[in-house]
């Protein structure tokens, strides 16, 4: 069971998250998952740098391995220009780089004009694009013309000696199909053993990562109200948060989440006893790593303390 630490791109700027993965190695966490948004998802996180240059940041300040968390290789981005991308955060990383990837959300993809496909067509897509990213990593030329992206006498020449694992996002039953037959593992976000356990039948028993949120705060009062403030489209239901295409539609749909119901869904405050519960219902959802990012900015009191008593708690429940 490897225990990581998830690095929000929305709420942090390049500095605090280089700092963070530094605090985080130093107090036992085992691996790093950051996300990749053009977009907070709203105006009170602030911040969206380039997960590619914060990669490149992170090689050079710390060891851990990373994955995104996840990267959409389909509309605001060519699966040609994240393969380049991936191969190169693989190099600076000596091989401890997984691309996670996922269907996206309107949120960042629709930022280039392009229109917002349907579920379907974006399965259909990512599928294509995987394919194509696989065949780039190969290492020759390439010129093909699939149905939704072609490329001409293409060829990566920057790649690491093996090719990085590819984990697929899923939230329900079509999306975990889809991660089972076209990746190397499952990238999650609830401890839902149902979809762990439909995802490891169908791959064969591939690999799954879980992610979870905890704001850590002198009081639980003050986490909770962080949280809902910060986070509190985690609360909407069904798939707004894949459809909905600008942070001003967030933060109208997030008027209608409450603090109370914020209260009963977070980890939040300085009792370690939530924080080591949440990792552990990770760990019985099937999970084999699970990584937890802070909300607000008591991110360092956090990582220290989660260093010194969650994650030996956590370890000594599973014994590793």
Not at 77 to 96: F, I
Request: charged share 20%; net charge negative; with cysteine.
């Amino acid at each position: 069971m490897r225990i990581g630490y998830f690095l929000s791109t929305e709420e942090y700027g390049p500095a605090e998250l280089v700092e963070q993965a530094v605090l985080a190695e130093q107090a036992g966490f085992e691996a790093l998952w950051i996300s990749d948004h053009f977009h907070p998802w709203n105006d009170q996180q602030g911040q969206s740098p380039l997960v590619w240059g914060i990669i490149g940041a992170l090689s050079q300040a710390c060891s851990l391995p990373v994955t995104t968390a996840v990267t959409c290789p389909t509309v605001r981005m060519h699966p040609a220009v994240v393969a380049q991308a991936a191969a190169t955060a693989a190099v600076q990383l000596g091989g401890r780089f997984t691309l996670g990837v996922g269907t996206g959300e309107a949120l960042n993809e629709h930022v280039l004009g392009d229109a917002w496909p349907s579920w379907d067509v974006r399965a259909e897509m990512l599928e294509e694009a995987v394919a194509l990213i696989r065949r780039l990593w190969e290492g020759d030329f390439v010129t093909t013309r699939g149905r939704h992206y072609a490329v001409e006498n293409a060829r990566i020449y920057t790649l690491p000696e093996e090719p990085p694992s590819i984990y697929v996002s899923g939230f329900g039953p079509k999306s975990t199909d889809l991660a089972a037959r076209i990746g190397d593992g499952f990238v999650g976000t609830s401890p839902s053993p149902d979809l762990v356990q439909r995802f490891k039948e169908a791959s064969g028993g591939l690999p799954a990562q879980g992610g979870c949120k905890a704001a850590w705060a002198p009081t639980r009062e003050e986490g909770v109200d962080l949280a809902w403030r910060l986070w509190p489209h985690a609360g909407l239901p069904g798939e707004l948060a894949q459809v909905l295409p600008s942070v001003r539609h967030f933060e109208q749909a997030t008027e209608l989440v409450t603090r109370e119901s914020t209260s009963e869904s977070t980890v939040a405050g300085p009792d370690v006893g939530p924080h080591v519960q949440q990792l552990l219902d990770y760990v019985a959802a099937g999970y084999d790593e699970v990584y937890v990012a802070n909300m607000g900015p008591h991110y360092a009191d956090m990582i220290r303390a989660y260093g010194a008593e969650v994650l030996p708690k956590v370890r000594s429940e599973v014994g590793g």
